[in-house]
Every structure is written in structure tokens, then in C-alpha cells.
């Protein structure tokens, strides 16, 4: 017979135990708990978590991501090119005027350019740091001259002093910022990387419109036509003679410069698109 104060100890038991406990099922069915989280919960609260951690962090250094292309636009007929200057071999030996390289991805942003002859002799030389994270035009232009400047195509007149009668062979560096991806594509650069010749473009007549001038360039300038057309139809006139000049392209319009050099002494020009 239980006691009565052992009856009343039982009662209290059972009222203070909890009414929201898992239901128990059978081992088939398995263990359902009326409070659990979904899983996709649990993921959302991590993620916060975790950018909550990421935020508190000091954001790491973009590495360099460069992409150069170099284009030969000199009055000689060849040189050779260094980018790391002269502890390394030539990275392009064999460098013939109006040809350009590739653009790949290079895991630095600051490069030594050395310019030989083709024959080996060093005649300039120039350490370059482009900025990180973007894609680079370098211009090479010059005639190897040493009857003026250098850091400039030899002008049209140039009367140099008496003390000014020795400089170093003519080569310049020019360096432009690719724009393609740009909301406003088809940007063409014309360049007058010619020796002592003045280069005037002028737009083609048509049946609306006359020819008229839209640039004259001396030696070392250059002019950069924005919001273009795919198609263009140009003339360049060098020494009272008229060189036709077309951009024709076809599918994703593409930024373009065009310069100008001599070849074996006569005008000459290129197309070098911009890779995206």
C-alpha cells in the first residue's frame, strides 16, 4: 500500500514535467522534434557568421593582373626587345617594324624594356609600372637617329646649337590605357610616329558632304576620335600624296589605334585592334 506522502511526491513529479517533449515514434518512422531548425536556416545563419568574420578582416591586395601589348611602330626595319632588362635573354629578338605581340595575363605590373639594334647593340632603355589590374598599350616608335632629341620622332626643322650636336639614338615609349568595354566602343587613335613628316586626315567627301581636315599631326603627336562609327572612311595626306584610310569591322565593335612610320623611307601605317 503506498503512503499517502508518497502518492503526493509522484503528483508533484508529474506536474512539473515538460508537456512539449519529441514524440517517440517507431524506429521506422524515426524522431520528429516540433522545434528544430530547418536546414536551410542553419546555412543562412553560417553565412552570416561568417561574413560577419570576413567583414572584420583586412581585405587582401589585388595581384597584378597585366596585360601589355607592344607594337613596333620604329622607322628601322627590326630590332630586338628586352622586358626584363639585360640580365635576361631577348624576349623578342627577332621584333620586325608594323608587328605587335599578344596580350596575356602577366603576374607583375612593372617591367625594364631594352631596345637593341638588330645586331645586338643597346640604344635605349626605359622601366615602366602600369597600373594594376588592367590592360596596356606600349608604343615603340623612333628611327635610331642621333641628330636630335630622343625623346621625341626627329621634327620637321630642327636647327640644333653647337653643343647639341651629339644625342642618343632616337626611340621613344608611349604608353596608352586600353578603354575596350568601354559603354562607348569604337575609340580610334591615329599616330604620327614619322620622321620629320607632318601627317594631315581629312574625313572622304560623299554626296552630302565635302572633304574637310579633321587632325594635323606633327611628328610625335596624336589624336583620339571617340563615339566612331564601325566603318570609317579616311585619307591621310603626308607630302601633297593622299594614303586611303578604312577601319571596316565586324561583329563586336573593337577600339583601334593606327600609327605611322616609315618603311625603307616611305609612309606606312597599321591596324592594332584592342583585345577585350
Partial sequence: MI???????????????????PETKS????ITSPKSIPYSAIGRMASRRFQNQANSLPSPSPSPQIRVCIINATSVAKISLSVSGTNEPPAYP??????WTGNAPLGTNSFHYLVRTDSGIPVA????????????LLLITGDLSTTGPSDKPPAVVFNP???????????????????????????????????????????????????RQIALLAPGDS????????????????????????????????????????REGRPDFIRVFESP
Fill in 161 to 211: 646649337t653647337p653643343n647639341q650636336l651629339s644625342w642618343p639614338p632616337n626611340i621613344q615609349f608611349h604608353t596608352f590605357e586600353s578603354s575596350n568595354g568601354a559603354v562607348d566602343p569604337s575609340h580610334y587613335r591615329i599616330f604620327n610616329g614619322m620622321p620629320s613628316k607632318i601627317l594631315t586626315l581629312r574625313s572622304k567627301s560623299n554626296g552630302k558632304f565635302p572633304s
Fill in 125 to 136: 632603355d626605359r622601366v615602366i609600372t602600369f597600373k594594376q589590374q588592367s590592360s596596356q
Fill in 94 to 99: 627577332d621584333f620586325p617594324q608594323g608587328t
Fill in 27 to 30: 524506429p521506422n518512422q524515426g
Fill in 223 to 262: 589624336v583620339l576620335f571617340v563615339h566612331q562609327p564601325s566603318d570609317v572612311e579616311w585619307e591621310a595626306e603626308i607630302e601633297s600624296v593622299n594614303y586611303p584610310l578604312s577601319i571596316r569591322q565586324t561583329g563586336t565593335p573593337q577600339n583601334c589605334i593606327i600609327p605611322f612610320f616609315l
Fill in 3 to 21: 503512503s499517502p506522502n508518497l502518492a503526493l511526491m509522484f503528483l508533484a513529479q508529474m506536474m512539473f514535467l515538460p508537456t512539449d517533449l
